[in-house]
């Protein structure tokens, strides 16, 4: 099943009578179970290409679906909602709620999707536990590393139980060995729970962990390649 | 959990938070302590005033007071209105006057008056002049009427106790005039009237210019809230006589009132612009600061809704606390001057020419807490929609990469 489809979408930012064709006649199709890495110099769209499949921007023409649903057609409140119970997002530099314990930034989203309280705290105990954190559930964002702020936000990304995982840069901020740890993660998420994962990256040994590949130069797909065959 | 978020995002700038807690503290205080302060003032003008003196209401011969108080215009059967008067049970008190505006002469100095003469034993319910007396008293005198005059007075034209003068009255209708001995001193907090008024018995100067007249029935009700229906309603049971409400016929202390009402909403406003102000600051420092935050919220799914929610709920817990506060304080200022007073003749000494008592003791009304925590609670909500605006037209996208 095609989690993501994309129809030769484009995403052109007018600065003054600048123009920049950040992501030019882009089509590509992420099915359920991919783990894939969106890679390319910096400033050759990734960032732009991402936003526009999480539906956190749009794109000037071209059509995205995500879980059969055209986004193109939807008002930024229906956006809002449609990310909610479908899209899951880790940043680079993490950005969980700073006043919320590892626990409740976990279970928040699950709070705004209306989930029971029982679900949800059996749920963020799960997610907790896959991430290889339980102890730290009490412990607020301040007092954990980088690396394990981030596995938080993963499980934070789980949580709503998405059709898929949108990371830009994931690693960008952590050490090798956090990073490493993180992509184990992923991986046996990957692996284990069919949990669908598109991530950009610069970084060579995140991208020799992803199924498929795709470079991304000026804009354009310039190679998608399957990994591990 | 919104609650919570709200909560605790309260407590990352503690220093801040406290400032508006405070702010609404304070602006609750300032609003009940000068109502309580104004009410007082209120209450006890129309004790001194209306209550003792006035009445609620006066009833005079309908040319009464365009003559300008003239002896010779006397209430028409005032044994019918007192019968009137007596069946009706809204009535609380009646008191039955002789008024009309006179000269008093002494053989060098002569000065305009208002000759009042009160029935001193039925009186005694409603005005208690009795009790300003400072020197002397007012007893009965066969020979000549006995004269209770203000100090105010009596040092302006050199008289002494014992000293006789002379009162002419009905100037414009009829002259008529008697001599007078003054038997008494008195001091009220009001100089202006003291200089006017000069009290005598009834029944003395009915004796004396062998009238039986009547010139004011002045009257209280049992509920002053009722006063205009009641005062309409008598009216149409003395359809020959003028029924005037006391704000008639002391017009000034009314728009005394008034005006102390004026300057209180000038007051107020002014207070909970800046109570205002001071809110749309910090929560707008608060959302600015929370860029980054409010943005990911909003990636992650966070309604439009639930982002106005969380905001408000922040601006109401520190309402919430610094209510309760605001009461507090008040309670216990208004609880202190309420039992010692404020002395305002220390403050400004023309208001004791004024009319206005220079003693005044703080009362809260009920109401004044309803209304001043709703203005609170307004103002604090009004003036989070800025902030709440301004978070909700944040782009998630350029949020996040915000710094
Ligand atoms: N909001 C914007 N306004 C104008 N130009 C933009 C905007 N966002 C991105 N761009 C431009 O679009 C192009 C693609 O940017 P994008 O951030 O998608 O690249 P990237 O591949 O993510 O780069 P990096 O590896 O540095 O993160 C760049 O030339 C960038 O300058
Ligand atoms: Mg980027």
Redesign the interface.
């Known amino acids: 099943m095609n989690v993501v489809e994309t129809k030769n979408i484009e995403k052109v930012f007018r600065d003054a009578d600048l123009e920049v064709c950040a992501v030019n006649d882009v089509s590509l199709t992420i099915q359920e179970g991919e783990f894939t890495a969106v890679v390319g110099p910096s400033g050759s769209g990734k960032t732009t290409l991402l936003?526009m499949i999480?539906g956190?921007?749009v794109p000037t023409s071209g059509s995205v679906k995500v879980a059969s649903q055209e986004l193109t057609e939807l008002s930024k409140?229906e956006l809002?909602?449609f990310?909610?119970?479908n899209i899951g997002?880790v940043?680079q530099s993490y950005?969980l709620?700073?006043?919320?314990t590892a626990f409740?930034n976990v279970?928040?989203?699950m709070?705004?999707?209306k989930i029971s309280q029982k679900e949800r705290k059996q749920r963020v105990e799960e997610l907790l536990e896959a991430v290889g954190i339980p102890e730290k559930a009490n412990v607020r964002p301040a007092q954990l590393s980088g690396g394990q702020q981030q596995r938080v936000a993963v499980a934070?990304?789980l949580a709503?139980k998405p059709a898929f995982i949108i990371a830009d840069e994931p690693t960008a901020n952590l050490d090798s060995k956090s990073t490493k740890i993180l992509l184990d993660i992923m991986q046996k998420l990957n692996e284990k729970e069919g949990i669908t994962f598109l991530f950009s990256t610069h970084d060579q040994r995140v991208i020799d962990r992803a199924k498929r590949v795709i470079t991304l130069t000026d804009g354009k797909i310039t190679s998608d390649q399957n990994m591990k065959e | 959990m919104i609650i919570k978020i709200g909560w605790k995002n309260i407590w990352r700038k503690k220093s801040r938070s406290l400032i508006v807690i405070l702010s609404v503290a304070f602006g609750v205080w300032i609003g009940l302590f000068f109502g309580a302060f104004q009410w007082g003032t209120y209450v006890q003008k129309l004790n001194d005033i209306v209550n003792r003196e006035i009445g609620h209401v006066q009833i005079h011969h309908p040319l009464f007071l365009e003559e300008e108080y003239d002896y010779n215009f006397p209430i028409k059967d005032p044994e019918h209105v007192k019968h009137v008067l007596q069946a009706d049970s809204t009535i609380k008190s009646i008191v039955e006057r002789v008024v009309f505006s006179a000269m008093i002469q002494t053989t060098k100095e002569q000065s305009p008056v208002l000759v009042v003469g009160v029935d001193t034993t039925k009186e005694r319910k409603m005005h208690s002049i009795s009790t300003l007396i400072t020197q002397g008293e007012m007893p009965h005198d066969k020979r000549a009427p006995t004269l209770l005059i203000g100090e105010v007075l009596a040092n302006e034209l050199g008289v002494k106790l014992g000293d006789k003068v002379l009162i002419q009255g009905g100037m414009l209708h009829g002259m008529k005039s008697f001599v007078g001995r003054v038997r008494g001193f008195y001091e009220s907090p009001n100089k202006l009237k003291d200089k006017l008024i000069i009290y005598i018995h009834k029944s003395d100067i009915n004796k004396k210019l062998g009238d039986a007249f009547t010139h004011e029935f002045a009257i209280t009700f049992h509920e002053y809230d009722s006063l205009k229906s009641y005062s309409a309603l008598l009216q149409k049971k003395l359809p020959h006589q003028q029924i005037y409400t006391w704000g008639q016929i002391v017009p000034e202390v009314e728009n005394g009132i008034k005006m102390t009402d004026k300057v209180m909403f000038v007051f107020m406003f002014i207070i909970w612009t800046a109570l205002a102000l001071g809110i749309v600051n910090t929560m707008l420092m608060s959302v600015l600061e929370r860029t980054k935050e409010l943005g990911v919220l909003m990636a992650i799914g966070m309604g439009k809704w639930k982002i106005t929610q969380m905001i408000f709920i922040e601006t109401f817990i520190l309402t919430a606390i610094g209510v309760p506060i605001g009461i507090f304080l008040t309670m216990l200022t208004v609880g202190y001057w309420g039992d010692v007073g404020i002395d305002l003749s220390v403050a400004n000494a023309a208001v004791a020419d004024f009319g206005y008592s220079t003693m005044i003791y703080p009362v809260v009304k009920q109401s004044f807490y309803f209304q001043v925590i709703i203005q609170v609670i307004l103002v604090s909500f009004i003036s989070t929609i800025f902030p709440v605006i301004r978070a909700l037209k944040l782009e998630p996208i350029k949020a996040i990469n915000k710094l």
């Open positions: 936003n999480g956190l921007d409140n809002i909602n990310r909610l119970f997002f940043f950005n709620i700073p006043v919320l409740e279970e928040f989203v709070l705004l999707q934070r990304a709503p």
